[in-house]
């Protein structure tokens, strides 16, 4: 499975997080002209990875 950015809103809590100048600015390129903003794009991210995680996981036992 690919990852799809969708646009999502969830019950959410504030986190400060310090992102490298490079990634900020390939995010906001992918995002650039879609309905996604950028905390949406970071918790698809977020959330592609956790899931990938535990696939490999469970791939492993």
């Known amino acids: 499975?690919?990852?799809?950015?969708?646009?999502?809103?969830?019950e959410t809590e504030n986190k400060t997080i310090r992102?490298?100048?490079?990634?900020?600015e390939q995010i906001e390129?992918?995002?650039k002209n879609t309905d996604v903003t950028f905390?949406?794009?970071v918790?698809?991210?977020c959330e592609?990875?956790?899931n990938?995680?535990?696939?490999?996981d469970s791939d492993e036992q």
Do not use: G, T, V
């Open 1 to 10: 499975m690919s990852f799809q950015l969708k646009p999502n809103k969830k």
């Open 19 to 24: 992102f490298p100048i490079p990634i900020i």
């Open 29 to 31: 390129n992918a995002i």
């Open 39 to 41: 905390s949406s794009f």
């Open 43 to 45: 918790i698809q991210a």
């Open 48 to 50: 592609y990875a956790l």
């Open 52 to 56: 990938d995680m535990e696939n490999k």
